[in-house]
């Protein structure tokens, strides 16, 4: 089973739906023969830890792929650290670049807290380490400020054994095309 975790960061309007369903990921991956869930973040939690536990509420039995997309990265992260036993595989798609005083400049104070971590948001690099499940990055083509090559590139040095998956646009992008993204899921998937 895939569970497919949502970018946004506190956006309003951003939900599974918007990022995963009316985009044809969910659609894809069901066509693709394989069972998909694609829960609604803790939007407004007030910590990355907070948002790993509302996930973990709801995870399906059995062990499950997780995916995160875009700030959804650290979400997934900290849900694979907190239950490492439930979590066969971890996609880094799009991952969100911490520590760019251009981009979090931008970005209401009540988030600082949320903003802070090594190469990702709310993860210390330490902790990167000690992920044991298969991991894969999906860096955002063309990258932009928010998903910058050098997050994809830090995610790939620290992850012990990290593949890279070929890069698209995130969505809701609106050059952001399923089909690419849904064949590399299934098949990381098909090897963990």
Known sequence: MLVLVHGGLWDD???AERFWGRTG?????????????APDR??????WAAEAEHLAAGLPDGPVVLVGGSNGCSAAVRLALAVPE???????????TAGDAR??????????????????????DEELTGLRMPVAVLP??????????????????HVPGAVE????????????????????????AAGC
Do not use: K
Request: proline share 11%; charged share 15%; net charge positive.
């Open 140 to 157: 955002a083509v063309p990258e932009n400020p928010v998903h910058q090559r050098r997050t994809a590139d830090g995610l790939l040095a």
């Open 13 to 15: 309007g951003m939900d």
């Open 25 to 37: 990921v969910v659609a894809g991956v069901r066509g693709a023969g394989l069972t998909v869930w």
């Open 86 to 96: 439930r979590v066969r595989g971890l996609v880094l798609a799009w991952p969100a």
């Open 42 to 47: 803790a939007m407004r939690a007030g910590s």
């Open 103 to 124: 981009v979090d400049g931008r970005l209401p104070a009540e988030l600082a807290p949320l903003l802070a971590g090594g190469v990702l948001r709310g993860v210390a």
């Open 165 to 188: 998956l070929p890069g698209c646009p995130e969505p809701p992008h609106p050059l952001f095309r399923p089909a690419g993204l849904v064949a590399a899921l299934a098949a990381f």
